[in-house]
Each structure stands twice: as structure tokens, then as C-alpha cells.
């Protein structure tokens, strides 16, 4: 059928990057004898025909040629060729509906997901047929197609069953499992008999532990009741039976060997340090270390926000004596820590367990997992203070620099994470890394936890904020996170270097840098009243955000609102300039001139608001407004502005959830006032996620979050500390 490529007009078709003429070749190419040219097919057809799993018009033409490849025996990657077809179908499969009609390829309406989705449902004969193939590789890639393309339930089912006991490879039969799973979910009809089935599994003594493991897992997934108070150590007991015993060799590694997870090649030196290392760490975030993990993952999904089964488990995980299943635990650690509350103290010292002085590859990820928990990696600190001390000990004092990759990018992590704790101990690599320029991009953002640090750390951060190369948009070193590392060192030694980098920006029209600069320069007061000079002017340039941040600069400097009102009233003609309105509360009753333009400006919030709910169209926006000029309006008047503050808070808070840090904020000034505001807070604090499920906050923020709440419980409702004791751990 290959030769009836040209009957299909290509040309009139597309594909995500245009006219879709290549996609003939990438098809002939599938079946090429040469294998090299057959793995440039397919990565073309999957990054343009199926691109960030899009389904196109050429992607649809596709199809029969596809199945015809994977029913010709002689077709070589068969069992790629199914795959493929799975992918496709797993993108259109339950979308049909929902992507009933969209624009297609030429902007005209089309309805190529269902369209799609019947072709593919119209061939699940082909699949039932591959799922009993000789060629292993093409089962394989088959057995998950019965959980999406048959519509008979009770056929589906029985093939199953039967598919389990022909198989006889691990693989194949944990395909099975899960796929009965996928089947359960997908038709409600299957699911009585699939989870029979699956009970069944999960129970039994004779059945090998890894297919019983596999059950248990998935019989969790589709049918969350199941999961009690045995199912965890049942999965922990399995777990330990299925798990491999160490490779002798893998007792003992060297540190400056690198283990084989570790021979990507080195990086590009004309890319950006800090881009190379994201796209590293990205492909290691990919890789599989273990069997059990992909198991393991969907089990911990299941759990959910169990959080004691998932601790079990991961103490389990982080303790067993597979090094990959180690390694793996590390990442999954990482996640329930910064995604659910509660006491993880044991969790995070089994992390600071992993920093094991010969295995290089495991102590980065583990020094990286810490370093992302902020203050909750405490009960790590002495762990990578030691682990930090032995490098410079053992690998000489350089070790920030050292040449062995492995070693370096653990030291550097470690070194990261304890200077987020405020730890002096990180200060001799952090210096060496600013003065060699190794890896200095690695040690910015660490620098500004060291404020105590400042006499060493100022000097070198200003010296590189002066050689910065201001008439590029993208200099080598990024002057915001310097000026935002000379900030929260506080040291004043530093406004001179700002102030000359608030001057270079603005003459090569750099207004983003010159913005946050300024922000910097604020940051110090009237200790960097020398810069008013510079800052003055440039509360008349041409660039609006600009202007907004020199006004409030001008403000922090001098602390003269006679100066300043007149700027924040023209600035506030704009009714969406946020930092305009949170300046006006920062000036506070002195600014009592600009309070009528505050109150119209919430009442057309509030108005749009409602118009907004009323059509179904968002609001997140118009939220964020409204919580800046509240917050303004009682930092201006007080408690004479209740009445329209606290309705305008709460509003805010239940239209767009990631609010609440800031409204709560508000509302810990406002005393009784913030009455109210009990119900959501509570709300609030018994969500077992740490970003209430879709906030979009890291660590940092929740705990803080947390303290303003606590406090709020404490005055509003005569709490005490006792009354949120175990809840979460930090210092």
C-alpha cells in the first residue's frame, strides 16, 4: 500500500509546521531497511504529525497506511509502527467530544478528533489480532490498545484474561494489569468484572509478586475505596520481594568516576550555563532507574493525600537496597514534601541519608530535592554541612570547580541548599565560585540567605553588576538577579553600583533591568539617598512601568509624600497599574488625596467582576486588582474602609484562589476586622495540599502562608500554638 502515497494530495494537508508534502517520505522511511533512517521517520512524524500530542489532517491521512505497515509481516519495527498508532489514539481517545469541532489545519472548522477516533475504533479487530503476534516487540505494543479501542466490554475483559495467561514475560503481564485498569475507567461497564479480577490478583499467593504488586497498585487507581489500612504494607511486603539485591559493584563507587547514568556529553560552551544545566536536569528528571518505578509513581497518584501510606512507602523506597529504587524514591520524596503538608522530618533526613560521599549522581539529586524545600530541609542541615566540609577536605578546596562532573554538580547542590538555610558553611564554595566565574550563575540566587555574609559577598556582586554589558538585552551574568542578591544582603556598600547600573540600563533603554534595579535601590530606604539624583528623573521617562518604579523609589528614599502624590496620582489614571496602587498603601494616611481615585477604582473592579461571573468569563486578573486596592484602601483609611475592604478581599480570594497569600496578608493588619474571613481561613488551613490543590505556590510561600493564618486563628478565635502542633515542621 506504500506505493499509494501519491494518490493523497499531502500538499493540500498539514501538519504542525505547514503544509504536510514531507509526510510521504517519513512514511517511506518507516520502512526503510536502514535503521538509522527508520529513527528519523518516526522522530518526524511524532515532532510534526502528532507534535506536543496534536492530531492534524496528515496525521489522519496517515492511518491506513500505518495499519497496512503493521499487518505486513515484512515491515521491519513493527512493533514501533503499533506504538505509534496507540500514541495517536491516545491523544483523540475521550477528547472526541470535547474537541468536537475545531479549527483545523486551514483555520476552518473541522472535526478531526472524532473523526479520528471512529477510524481507529473501526480497526480494533487489527489490535485484538496484534495482541496475539508472534513478534514479541508488536504484543508488546499492542495489549494497551484493548483498553482503548474495544468498546465491548465483556470482550475486552475476557481478552484480557486470557492475554494474562499466554504472557509470560514481566513486562508483558504488568501491561496486562494496568491495562484492565485503563479499561475499568475508561467503560463503566467493565468495571465490576475488572475489579473482581483484579481483587482476585491483588489476593492471591500463588500469582507472582510483581503481577500481584501490579494489581494491588492498579485495583487502588480505578477503584480508590479499596485502599485501607492493609494496603500500603501489603504493597511494602511485595515491594521488597520484587526488588533486586546490589550488584557488587555497585557498593562502592568512586566519587570522581562517573556512574553510567552520567555520560551525557558535555555541554555546548556557547550556551548559557544556566540553560544547559535546565535542559540537563530536564533529561534526567526523564530517566528510569528501576523496574518498579513507573508502579511505584501511579501507586503514590493513587494514595493521593494520604499522607502517612505514602511516607511508609517512601521510607520503604528511600531505604531499600537497590540503588535505582533509591534514586527514584528521591524525586517522589521531593514531590509529597512540596506538594502536601504535614511533619516530613523523618522524610527529609532520609534525603540527607542519600548524600552518600561516593555516589555522586544520587547526593546531587537528593542536595537538589533539599535545596527546593527552604526552611523544611532543617533536619538535613548537618548532613550537607558535612557532606560540603569532605569535598573541600578530600577533593581540595576547589571542589565547586572540580573537574569531575558528577562531583561538581553534587558539591555545587549541596552547597545550594545549605546556604538556603542561612549557613555560613556554603560561604567557601559560594566564594570560589564568584571568583573563578565557575558555575556562577549556579550561586546567585543562593547568595542573598547570607545576608550575614555581606562584608564578603557585596564587593564581588557589585564588581560584576559594574562589568555587566548593559547594551545587550541578554548579558552574559543577568543584572536583575544581581541587584536582587544585592538587595537581600542589605548591604548599602551597594547602592553605588545600582545606582550606576539604574543609569547604564536607562541609556541603552534596558527597562526591564533599570525597573528592578530601582526596585533594589528601594529595598535600601533613605540609606541610598545619595541615588535620588538618577532617580528623579526618570519619574518622567518615556516607559510607564518605569516611571512607577522610580515613584516608588523616590518614595522609600526620601520618605516625602508631598513629592510623591503628585507623580501616584497621574500614575493611577491607569486603573490596572498595580504597583501604582500598592505604593499608595505603602505611603498610607498621607496619601489620603488619592483615596476617591482608590474607591472608583475598586467600585469598577467590583462591577467588572460581577460582569464577568455573570458572562462565565474569567477573572484572575481583575482579582488581583482588587486585593491591590483593598489592601491600599485600609492601609489609607483603616477601619472606617472595612465595609468595602473585607467584601472586596473575600471576593478576591474565592474568585481566584492564588490570592490568598496576599489577602490573608491584608487581613493580618486589620485586627477584628478580618472576622469575616474565619471560614475561608480554616477552609484554608484543613487543605492537606500545600497549594490548596492549584495555587501554583512553592514551599516558601505555603509556610509563610501558614504563619500569617496561624496568627490570624490565634487573635481571631483565641487559638493557641497547641492547636497546630505536628502540623508542619520548619524553622
Same mark, same amino acid.
Request: hydrophobic share 45%; with cysteine; proline share 6%.
Given at each position: 500500500m506504500?506505493?499509494d502515497?501519491?494518490n493523497?494530495?499531502?500538499a493540500? %494537508?498539514?501538519?504542525a509546521?505547514g503544509?504536510?508534502?514531507?509526510?510521504?517520505? $517519513?512514511?517511506?522511511?518507516?520502512?526503510s531497511?536502514?535503521?538509522?533512517?527508520?529513527k528519523e521517520?518516526?522522530?518526524n512524524?511524532?515532532?510534526?504529525?502528532?507534535?506536543q500530542g496534536?492530531?492534524?489532517s496528515?496525521t489522519?491521512?496517515?492511518?491506513?497506511?500505518?495499519?497496512a505497515m503493521?499487518?505486513d509481516?515484512?515491515?521491519p519495527d513493527?512493533?514501533?509502527?503499533?506504538?505509534l498508532?496507540?500514541s495517536i489514539?491516545?491523544?483523540?481517545?475521550g477528547?472526541?467530544?470535547?474537541y468536537a469541532?475545531i479549527?483545523g489545519?486551514?483555520?476552518?472548522?473541522?472535526t478531526?478528533y472524532?473523526d479520528?477516533a471512529?477510524?481507529?475504533r473501526?480497526q480494533a479487530?487489527?489490535?485484538?489480532a496484534?495482541?496475539?503476534d508472534?513478534?514479541?516487540?508488536?504484543?508488546?505494543a499492542s495489549i494497551?490498545?484493548l483498553?482503548?479501542?474495544?468498546?465491548?466490554?465483556e470482550?475486552?475483559?475476557e481478552?484480557?484474561?486470557?492475554r494474562l495467561?499466554?504472557e509470560?514475560?514481566?513486562?508483558?503481564r504488568?501491561l496486562v494489569?494496568r491495562t484492565?485498569?485503563?479499561?475499568?475507567?475508561r467503560?463503566?461497564?467493565?468495571?465490576?468484572?475488572?475489579?473482581?479480577?483484579?481483587?482476585?490478583?491483588a489476593?492471591?499467593?500463588t500469582?507472582? /509478586?510483581d503481577?500481584?504488586?501490579?494489581?494491588l497498585?492498579?485495583?487502588?487507581?480505578c477503584?480508590p475505596?479499596?485502599i485501607d489500612?492493609?494496603?500500603?504494607?501489603?504493597?511494602i511486603?511485595?515491594l521488597?520481594r520484587?526488588?533486586?539485591a546490589?550488584?557488587? =559493584?555497585e557498593e562502592?563507587?568512586?566519587?570522581?568516576?562517573?556512574?553510567?547514568?552520567?555520560t551525557e556529553?558535555e555541554?555546548d /560552551?556557547?550556551?548559557?550555563?544556566h540553560?544547559?544545566?535546565?535542559?540537563a536536569?530536564l533529561?534526567?528528571?526523564?530517566?528510569?532507574?528501576?523496574?518498579?518505578?513507573?508502579?511505584?509513581?501511579?501507586?503514590?497518584?493513587?494514595l493521593?493525600?494520604?499522607? =502517612?501510606?505514602?511516607?511508609? %512507602?517512601?521510607i520503604?523506597?528511600?531505604?531499600?537496597?537497590?540503588?535505582g529504587?533509591?534514586?527514584d524514591?528521591?524525586?517522589?520524596?521531593?514531590? %509529597?514534601?512540596?506538594?502536601?503538608?504535614?511533619?516530613?522530618?523523618?522524610l527529609?533526613?532520609l534525603l540527607?541519608?542519600c548524600?552518600?560521599p561516593?555516589d555522586?549522581?544520587?547526593a546531587?539529586?537528593?542536595?537538589?530535592?533539599?535545596?527546593?524545600l527552604?526552611?523544611l530541609a =532543617?533536619?538535613?542541615?548537618e548532613?550537607?554541612?558535612a557532606?560540603v566540609t569532605?569535598?573541600r577536605?578530600?577533593?581540595?578546596?576547589?571542589?565547586?570547580?572540580?573537574?569531575?562532573?558528577?562531583?561538581r554538580?553534587?558539591?555545587?547542590?549541596a552547597v545550594?541548599?545549605?546556604a538556603g538555610?542561612g549557613?555560613?558553611?556554603?560561604?567557601p564554595?559560594l566564594?570560589?565560585a564568584l571568583?573563578?566565574?565557575t558555575?556562577?550563575? #549556579?550561586?546567585?540566587n543562593?547568595?542573598g540567605?547570607?545576608?550575614q555574609?555581606a562584608?564578603e559577598l557585596?564587593?564581588r556582586?557589585a564588581?560584576r553588576?559594574a562589568d555587566v554589558?548593559?547594551?545587550r538585552e541578554?548579558p552574559?551574568?543577568?543584572?536583575t538577579t544581581?541587584?536582587s542578591?544585592?538587595?537581600?544582603?542589605?548591604d548599602p556598600a551597594?547602592? /553605588?553600583?545600582?545606582?550606576?547600573?539604574?543609569?547604564?540600563?536607562?541609556?541603552?533603554?534596558?527597562?526591564?533591568?533599570?525597573?528592578?534595579?530601582?526596585k533594589?535601590?528601594a529595598?535600601f530606604?533613605? #540609606?541610598?539617598a545619595?541615588?535620588?539624583d538618577?532617580?528623579?528623573?526618570?519619574?518622567?521617562? =518615556?516607559n510607564?512601568?518605569?516611571?512607577?518604579?522610580?515613584?516608588g523609589a523616590?518614595w522609600e528614599l526620601e520618605?516625602r509624600?508631598?513629592?510623591?502624590?503628585p507623580?501616584?496620582?497621574?500614575l493611577?489614571?491607569?486603573?490596572?497599574?498595580?504597583d501604582?496602587?500598592?505604593?499608595a498603601g505603602?505611603i498610607g494616611?498621607?496619601?489620603?488625596?488619592?483615596?476617591?481615585?482608590?474607591?472608583?477604582?475598586?467600585n469598577?473592579?467590583?462591577?467588572?467582576n460581577?460582569?464577568?461571573?455573570?458572562?462565565?468569563?474569567a477573572v484572575l486578573?481583575d482579582? $488581583?486588582?482588587?486585593?491591590r486596592?483593598a489592601?491600599a484602601?485600609w492601609?489609607?483609611?483603616?477601619?472606617?474602609?472595612?465595609?468595602?475592604?473585607?467584601?472586596?478581599?473575600l471576593?478576591? $480570594?474565592?474568585?481566584?484562589?492564588?490570592?490568598?497569600?496576599?489577602?490573608?496578608?491584608?487581613?493580618?493588619?486589620m485586627?477584628?476586622?478580618?472576622?469575616p474571613a474565619?471560614?475561608?481561613i480554616?477552609?484554608a488551613?484543613a487543605q /492537606?495540599?500545600r497549594?490548596?490543590?492549584?495555587w501554583?505556590?512553592?514551599?516558601?510561600?505555603?509556610l509563610?502562608?501558614?504563619?500569617?493564618c496561624?496568627?490570624l486563628?490565634?487573635?481571631?478565635?483565641?487559638?493557641t500554638?497547641?492547636?497546630?502542633?505536628?502540623?508542619?515542621?520548619?524553622?
Amino acid at each position: 500500500m506504500i506505493n499509494d502515497l501519491e494518490n493523497i494530495d499531502w500538499a493540500s %494537508l498539514g501538519h504542525a509546521y505547514g503544509v504536510a508534502d514531507d509526510v510521504p517520505g $517519513w512514511l517511506r522511511g518507516m520502512v526503510s531497511l536502514d535503521p538509522d533512517k527508520r529513527k528519523e521517520a518516526f522522530g518526524n512524524f511524532y515532532g510534526a504529525a502528532l507534535h506536543q500530542g496534536s492530531v492534524y489532517s496528515s496525521t489522519v491521512a496517515s492511518l491506513p497506511f500505518l495499519f497496512a505497515m503493521a499487518d505486513d509481516p515484512a515491515t521491519p519495527d513493527r512493533g514501533e509502527v503499533v506504538a505509534l498508532l496507540l500514541s495517536i489514539e491516545r491523544q483523540v481517545i475521550g477528547a472526541e467530544e470535547f474537541y468536537a469541532v475545531i479549527c483545523g489545519d486551514d483555520g476552518e472548522e473541522s472535526t478531526i478528533y472524532p473523526d479520528t477516533a471512529s477510524l481507529m475504533r473501526e480497526q480494533a479487530d487489527a489490535f485484538v489480532a496484534y495482541t496475539c503476534d508472534p513478534d514479541l516487540l508488536v504484543r508488546r505494543a499492542s495489549i494497551e490498545g484493548l483498553g482503548l479501542f474495544l468498546d465491548d466490554a465483556e470482550r475486552a475483559v475476557e481478552l484480557l484474561r486470557s492475554r494474562l495467561v499466554e504472557e509470560g514475560g514481566t513486562a508483558e503481564r504488568l501491561l496486562v494489569v494496568r491495562t484492565m485498569a485503563d479499561l475499568a475507567l475508561r467503560l463503566p461497564a467493565a468495571a465490576p468484572s475488572a475489579r473482581a479480577w483484579l481483587d482476585a490478583l491483588a489476593d492471591s499467593g500463588t500469582i507472582d /509478586p510483581d503481577t500481584r504488586l501490579a494489581a494491588l497498585v492498579h485495583r487502588a487507581r480505578c477503584a480508590p475505596d479499596s485502599i485501607d489500612g492493609q494496603t500500603v504494607p501489603t504493597a511494602i511486603e511485595l515491594l521488597r520481594r520484587v526488588t533486586p539485591a546490589p550488584r557488587p =559493584e555497585e557498593e562502592e563507587r568512586d566519587p570522581s568516576r562517573p556512574c553510567a547514568c552520567e555520560t551525557e556529553p558535555e555541554p555546548d /560552551p556557547n550556551v548559557p550555563g544556566h540553560i544547559a544545566a535546565a535542559f540537563a536536569d530536564l533529561e534526567r528528571d526523564g530517566r528510569v532507574h528501576a523496574a518498579t518505578t513507573p508502579l511505584l509513581l501511579t501507586f503514590h497518584t493513587a494514595l493521593g493525600t494520604r499522607a =502517612e501510606g505514602r511516607t511508609a %512507602l517512601l521510607i520503604e523506597q528511600l531505604g531499600s537496597p537497590d540503588p535505582g529504587t533509591r534514586y527514584d524514591a528521591i524525586g517522589m520524596a521531593r514531590s %509529597l514534601i512540596t506538594s502536601l503538608r504535614g511533619d516530613h522530618t523523618g522524610l527529609v533526613r532520609l534525603l540527607g541519608d542519600c548524600l552518600l560521599p561516593r555516589d555522586s549522581y544520587t547526593a546531587a539529586a537528593a542536595a537538589g530535592a533539599l535545596g527546593s524545600l527552604a526552611t523544611l530541609a =532543617e533536619p538535613a542541615r548537618e548532613a550537607l554541612a558535612a557532606y560540603v566540609t569532605a569535598h573541600r577536605t578530600t577533593h581540595r578546596p576547589g571542589a565547586w570547580a572540580s573537574p569531575h562532573r558528577a562531583l561538581r554538580r553534587a558539591h555545587q547542590q549541596a552547597v545550594v541548599a545549605l546556604a538556603g538555610l542561612g549557613d555560613e558553611r556554603a560561604l567557601p564554595s559560594l566564594l570560589t565560585a564568584l571568583d573563578t566565574d565557575t558555575d556562577a550563575w #549556579r550561586a546567585l540566587n543562593a547568595l542573598g540567605h547570607l545576608p550575614q555574609c555581606a562584608a564578603e559577598l557585596t564587593p564581588r556582586l557589585a564588581r560584576r553588576l559594574a562589568d555587566v554589558d548593559h547594551s545587550r538585552e541578554w548579558p552574559d551574568v543577568s543584572p536583575t538577579t544581581l541587584a536582587s542578591a544585592l538587595a537581600k544582603l542589605g548591604d548599602p556598600a551597594a547602592v /553605588p553600583a545600582l545606582t550606576e547600573a539604574v543609569e547604564a540600563s536607562v541609556r541603552h533603554k534596558q527597562w526591564r533591568t533599570a525597573e528592578a534595579v530601582l526596585k533594589a535601590l528601594a529595598s535600601f530606604g533613605t #540609606r541610598a539617598a545619595s541615588a535620588l539624583d538618577v532617580v528623579r528623573p526618570l519619574t518622567d521617562t =518615556e516607559n510607564a512601568t518605569l516611571r512607577t518604579a522610580a515613584a516608588g523609589a523616590v518614595w522609600e528614599l526620601e520618605r516625602r509624600p508631598e513629592n510623591v502624590l503628585p507623580l501616584l496620582e497621574r500614575l493611577l489614571g491607569d486603573s490596572r497599574n498595580g504597583d501604582a496602587i500598592s505604593l499608595a498603601g505603602r505611603i498610607g494616611p498621607p496619601a489620603a488625596a488619592v483615596v476617591p481615585l482608590l474607591r472608583r477604582i475598586l467600585n469598577q473592579q467590583v462591577e467588572q467582576n460581577a460582569r464577568n461571573e455573570q458572562n462565565g468569563s474569567a477573572v484572575l486578573n481583575d482579582s $488581583w486588582t482588587l486585593v491591590r486596592v483593598a489592601s491600599a484602601l485600609w492601609e489609607i483609611v483603616g477601619a472606617s474602609a472595612a465595609d468595602m475592604v473585607v467584601p472586596a478581599l473575600l471576593a478576591a $480570594w474565592k474568585d481566584n484562589a492564588s490570592t490568598a497569600g496576599d489577602v490573608a496578608a491584608c487581613l493580618s493588619r486589620m485586627g477584628q476586622a478580618a472576622r469575616p474571613a474565619l471560614p475561608l481561613i480554616e477552609a484554608a488551613m484543613a487543605q /492537606p495540599q500545600r497549594d490548596g490543590g492549584s495555587w501554583g505556590w512553592g514551599v516558601s510561600r505555603d509556610l509563610e502562608f501558614q504563619r500569617t493564618c496561624r496568627a490570624l486563628l490565634i487573635r481571631l478565635r483565641g487559638f493557641t500554638d497547641r492547636a497546630f502542633a505536628g502540623e508542619e515542621k520548619e524553622v
